[in-house]
Structures are given as C-alpha cells and as structure tokens.
C-alpha cells in the first residue's frame, strides 16, 4: 500500500521559513518524480515544485522560484520542501505527490498518489 506523509507545516510570520518533509512508503521511489502541489482556501490546486528521479533536476512555480527549494533523499524515502521568505498568500494546504510517468511534471493529471496534505498558514 503506498502511502505519502506530509509534516512540517505550521504557523509563521511573514518573512519566515519552513521545511515541509513527505515521507514515502510502499514504492521504490527511484522510480518516481516527486512533486508539491498547494490548495488555498476558494482556490484550485497548483503547482508548487517538481523534482526528477534522482534529484538533479527541479522545476517551480514562478511565484516561488527563489524562495522555495525541493529536494529528496531516495535512501531515506523522503521528499522536503524549504520554505523561505514566506508571504501570506503561500498559506495553503501543501500536498505531496507521487508519478511513475513522464507527463508534465506541472500537471496534477500526471500524478498516481497523494499525500494528505499539511496546512501552511502565513500571518501578516
């Protein structure tokens, strides 16, 4: 059974940092491209970050190119996402996520799994 965690969220002030961990079980994570996806309050999902099977390639959102860093650590079974100079709009509910494919890693529609999610809330 695959099952995606997501912890790490919280309450900070603007300017602030976070670092959202997603612990990944039941798949080789060799295997997949990992992602992180975002849903605010009276708003779609969207895209958030991506990163590659191995690592050494990522992919971002402009509006958090620069703030936010995704990275992985297959041994571990671990996904994360630092969170930097946080404003009040990145509060949102943050999801992990999980593909076996090669669509466009921006795309929902090309995820299999997803984590529950963990809410990130950012005061101003």
């Known amino acids: 059974q695959v099952q995606l965690a997501e912890s790490g969220g919280g309450l900070v002030q603007t300017g602030g940092s976070l670092r959202l961990s997603c612990s990944v079980s039941?798949?080789?994570?060799?295997?997949?491209?990992m992602g992180w996806f975002r849903r605010a309050p009276g708003r779609e999902r969207e895209f958030v970050a991506g990163?590659?099977?191995?690592?050494?390639?990522?992919y971002y959102a402009d509006s958090v190119q620069g703030r936010f860093t995704i990275s992985r650590d297959n041994a571990k079974n671990m996904v994360y996402l630092q969170l930097n100079s946080l404003q009040p709009e990145d509060s949102a509910v943050y999801y992990c996520?999980?593909?076996?494919?090669?669509?466009?890693?921006?795309?929902?529609?090309?995820?299999?799994?997803w984590g529950q999610g963990t809410q990130v809330t950012v005061s101003s």
């Open positions: 990163i590659n099977w191995s690592g050494r390639f990522a």
């Open positions: 996520a999980a593909t076996s494919g090669f669509g466009y890693i921006k795309s929902m529609a090309s995820f299999n799994y």
């Open positions: 039941g798949l080789i994570m060799d295997n997949y491209r």
